[in-house]
C-alpha cells in the first residue's frame, strides 16, 4: 500500500482511498454502491451516525452540502437518503447514501454531526414521510401539518394527475383542449382523502408552530433572580405577508422585550411543487422551471442544472462536450447575473435598514441595463432560458434592436459588443464605485450593520452555509475555484473573503464580488470576441428528448446566492420515457437559513430584518 | 469625522437629483422628441433618471422577445397557399411544451381518415403558458413563433377564445412575423433554403421550379400588378384543376367546418 | 332646488342658470369620482413570486408607477385600493391573502399578475398550488405573461383606470359601497387534508356521503366519452365512514336577518346588473 511509504493524513485523502479507509473502519457497514452509473457508498443506516462522524472528523469532509431522499418505488422498493460532504479546502465530494424500506421509513439523524442537515431532513420527512430519529424538531416544513401524505413518493398522485410521464397524450393528436379544473367536481386543485373526517374542519395548521414557544408559562417563573423585572414573553409574528421579509417568508420570534429569544422560520407559502413536477417532466423542460427557483439570477440556475445533466450525458457513448464558445458565453451570463444579484441585494439590504427605496432605485437602474441585453439575447428580461444541454439557446445577437410592433413603439439599436464593452468597461464599474461611495461609509449603515448577526466560521461551516454568507465569516470557499467548472480555472480572479461575518461585511463582500465579476467579465471579452463565428452548440440541436443514461449526478454551481447544486437521478429504459427519475434542488437560500434562528440570538427586533436581508433569500428557492 | 459618511452619501443623492435636470437642460427640451434621443435616454450614455414615458413612447421589443406564442400562416393572397397554415401538425410543440399548455387536433381526410398535415384546432392556454419560447424553438417548420404582443389585459379569462388562445386568434401572416423579427426570420429562411414554407420548397425543388427569394408580401410590394396577375392565374389554374379533377371534396370547406365543429364541442364542454 | 334630482348633476348637459354661466362648470359628479379614484390607487406592497420581481422593477424609475399615482404602495391592507397578486399563489399562501383582502376597504380592486395568478401558471398541475386566485376572490384584471414585461403591467393598470371610468356613480350597482352596504367577507379557508374553501363545504359533506355508498369520491361524471378523453383525475378507493360523513359542518348555517336583508338586496343588484349587460350584448 503506498500509505505506508508515504504517509498521507487522512484529511487529504483522495475520495477513492477516503472510501477505502472507510470500508477498512466499518467492514460491515460500509459498501460501495455498485449500480449502473452510480457511485459512493451504502451505508447501513444503524451506523450512519458513526460512520458519518469518521467522515467528518477522521476524513476532514466538514461541509454536508446536500442531503436528500429518493424513492425507488418500482424499482427496488426502497427510499434512500443521499448525502453529499465536501472539504471546505476543496475537492470533490464524498458521496453517502443510507437505505431504509418505505414502511416505516426510518433514517438516524445527522443533525448532531453536521447541523447543516437539519431543514434538508425536515423537508425529507415532510415530502417523505422518512422519520429521523434524533431530530430535534422534526416536523413539516414546506407543507402544513394535517396535510394528506407525503407528496413527493412515487405512489402519491396530485389532484391534477394526468400521467406519470410528460408529454401526455391527451395533447396531440386528439387534444380537444380542457382545463384541468373542470376535470375535478370541486372545480379547484384538490384531492381529499376517502375517510375525510367532516366533523372536524378547523384549521390546526398553527397549533405545532407554537408548540414549545413557552407560551403560557408562569410568569413568576421566568425571570427567577430576585430584583429584575419580571418580563412575560411575547410571541410576534412577522410575515408571510410582510414588506421585509423578501417574499412570503414568516418567521415567529419570541421576544422578551425588545430581544429575540427565540426563532422559527416558517416557509412554504412559495412550494410551488418544483421536484415533483421536474420528475414528471423531460429532462429539457426542466430548463425554463430552473429559471423560477432564483427568479433574480435566473442564468445561474440554468448552468447548474445543464451541468448537472451534462454529468449524465458524458457516461453515454456520444457526447461532446460544449464547445469553448459556448462556456465564455455561460461565464459572461453566469457573471452578469452575479453583478445583477448582488445589486439587488444591496439595494434591499438598504431598505430593510429604513433606507426606504432610494438605494434600491439606484441598483435596479443600473440593473435595467443588464437586462436588457439578457432580453435581447435570451428573449426575456428575467426567465431567460438560455441554457442547453451542449450548448446555449442562440449566439449573442449581431445587434441589440427593438421591432416596433405596437403604436408609439420607439427602436434602439445597439451594436451587442460595443454595447457589452461599455456595459462592462465603464457603466457597471462606475455605478458599483457610486454605490460603494454612497453607502459604504454612512454611519448609519456602520452602527446598524457592524458586530449583528455574526456567523462564526466553524458555525458557518457546521451549518452548510454557502457562498457570500460563508465568505463573509472568513471561509474562502468558492466552487469556482474549489471544486472547478467550466472556464473557470483559466480566468484571473480571487476568492472574497471578510474576516468578521457580521451584516456589514456581508454587505461589503458583495461589492467586493461585483468587483471580481467585473474582473472575470474583461477578461470574457476578449475571448467572445476571439471565437466570433464558432459553434455555440455541440451536437445536434434539434433533439428535444436528449437519451440520457442511467445514473446519478451532482452538479453544482456558486450561484450568486451560494452554492446551488442539482442532484439528478436516471433510471430506466432508455427508449422508454425519458425524464429524471430523481430531480433535486439543493437550494442556496434554503439552506443558509438553517443558521438564521441562532445568528439572530439576543438581538432586537429590527435587527431580524436586517440580518434577513443580508443573507439575501429568495422565496422561489427556499420553497420550490 | 462623524456625519461625513452620511454626508457623501447624501451627495450622491444631490448627484442624481441634478443629474436629470442638467439633462434636460442638454437636451434643450428636445429630450422627448425623436428616436436618437429615446436611444441615449435609454442606453448606457443615460443620465440621471430615464423613465419610459409608457403609454406615450414604449420599448420596442427585440426580436429574441418572448411573450406568448402564435401560429405563422402565409398570407391571405400568396398565389400558392392563400391562407394557409405553415403548421403541419407534427405534435412536436405539444411534445416539448414544458406545462403541457398546447393542444393540437390533427386533421384526417375525411375519406381516407389518413392524417393531413394541417392542425384542425390548435389551442394554447396562456393561463399555463410559461414563455419559454420551446415550442417555436423546436418546431421544425417554423410554424410557431413567439410574439411581441404584450398588451393583453383582460377583464375576464374564462370565456371561448380569452385565454385559452384558438386557432383564428393564434394564427397571423407571414410578414406579421417577419415585422417583428426581420433577422431571425433571413436565418431561418436561410435554413430551410428559401422563403416558402419547407414542404413548399421542397416539391418545388423536385420539380424544378423557382423558390422565392424574398417573403410574399415584399415581392408583392415590389411589383404589385405583376403580382396580382400571377396569383390570379395561380388561383384560376388551381381552380381549373380542381374542376378538372372532379366530384373532390373541398378540403378548405371541409377543414372550417371540422374546425367549427371542435369549437362546438370544446363550447358544450365548457358548459 | 329642492326638486332638484342630484343624479341629474350626472349629465354635462345640464343645464347652467344663465346668471351662473362663466363661474361653474358642469361635468358629470361620476367623472370626477371615477378620475379621482383611479388617479391615486395605492397598491398593496405585497409580492409572492418572480411576478413581484416585474413589479417593483415597474415601480422603479425606467417604469415609474408615480406617473400614474400609484406609488404609494402601502403595505397595509387597510391603507390600499388595489391588491396586485402578483405570482404563484399556493394553498398555504391563499390563507393570509383572503385574509388580508378582507381587511382592505372598499373600492377595492384586485388585480392577478402573470399567469400563475390568473390561471395556475406553469406550476398549475403542482400539489399545492391554487388554479388562479379568481376561485377564491373576485379579480378585476388579469395579465397574462409569465412574467408580464413592466410594460404589459402598465398596460393592465391602464385598462383598470378604464374599467373605473366606466363606472357610474348613478348605477348603484358599480359602486355597491354606497348602497347595499360594505361587502361581506370571502370566507377564509381552512386548510385540512387538503384546502377546504368554506363555500363548498356542502358539496365535500355530499361526496362524502356518496361515497359512503361506494361511489368514487370527488370525480365529475364525465361526459369525457364524447371528447375522447381519459378520466385522469385519480379514483380514490370509497371507504369512509358514513357517521364522520353526515355530522354537521355548517357553523353558520344560521343567517342573522340583517346579514339576510343585505344579502338578498345584493342578489336583486346583481340580477339588474346581469340582464343591463345582457341587454347590451343582445343589442
Ligand atoms: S411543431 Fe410546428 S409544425 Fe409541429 S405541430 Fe407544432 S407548430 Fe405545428
Ligand atoms: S412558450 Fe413554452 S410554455 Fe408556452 S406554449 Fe410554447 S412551449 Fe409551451
Ligand atoms: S407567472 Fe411566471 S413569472 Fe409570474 S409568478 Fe408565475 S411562474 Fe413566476
Redesign the pocket.
Known sequence: MTDMLAPVAPTELETGSALEYLKNKFPDAVKDDTRQGFGGVVIDRSKLVDVARAVRDELGYDYLSSATAVDYHGISDHMEMVYHAFRTSGGPALVMKAQTPRENAEVPSLVGVWPGADFQEREAYDLYGIQFPGHPNQKRILLWDGFDGHPMRKDWKEAYYEEDHKPFESRWPKGYVRRAEELNIFGKNVRYPADLDLSRLTDTSEQSIYSGMGLGVDVQELTAEPGQMRTDRLVVNLGPHHPSTHGVFRMVVTLDGETVETLEPVMGYLHRNHEKIGERNAWLMNI?FTDRLDYISSMGNNMGYVMAVEQLLAKGARYTPPTYRAEVIRVLMVELTRIVNHLWAIGFLLNDLGAFFTPALYAIAEREKILDFFEATAGSRLMCNYMRFQGVYKDLPERMRGTSNTLNDKIRDFNTMDYLAELINERLPRSIDELDHFLTDSEIIKTRCEGVGILPPEMGVAYSATGPLLRASGVPYDIRRMDPYSIYPELDFDICTRPNGDVYDRYLIRLDEMRESIRILKQCLPRLEATQGEDIFAGNKAIYAPRVPVGEAYGRVDNPKGELGFYVVSEGDPKGPQNPWRYHVRAPSFINLTALGQMCKGHKVADIVVILGSIDIVLGETDR | MNGMGILKGLGVTLKHFFQTYVDDIKYGGRKYIGNENFETRQGLKAQGAYTVQYPEEKLAMPERF?F??FLVVEEPDHPDRAGHDWCTSCGI?AK???????WIVRSEDPVTKRPVPEPEAFF?D?D?????????EFCPFDA?K?DHDYEMADYDRTGVGLHIHDKPRLSKPFSYYYDIAPTTAAEEAAGRGGWEHPDVIKEKKKSGQPVMDKPWHMLRAEDPEARAAAAAAAQAAAASASASAGPKVDMAAERAKRRQEALARHRAWKQ | MSQLDLRELHSPEFPVPTDMQGNVAITSLSKIYNWSRRSSMWPLLFGLACCAIEMIATAASRYDLSRFGMEVMRASPRQSDLMIVSGTVTKKMVVPIVRIYNQMPEPKYVMAMGACASGGG?FKEGYNVVSGIDQYIPVDVYIPGCPPTPQALLYGLISLQKKIDGQSLANMDDVPWYGVGPSDPVPVPVLGPDIIDPRQAELIRQQAVLAAQGKPFGVRELSGAALGVRAAVPVVEAKPALEAATASTEAAAELDPEKAARLAKREAALARKRAAQGGEKSE
Open positions: 425554463p | 418572448r406568448v406564442p410543440c416539448v411544451c414544458p406545462p403541457q399548455c398546447i394554447i396562456i399555463i403558458c410559461m414563455n419559454c419560447g420551446y415550442c417555436a410557431i413567439m | 406553469p
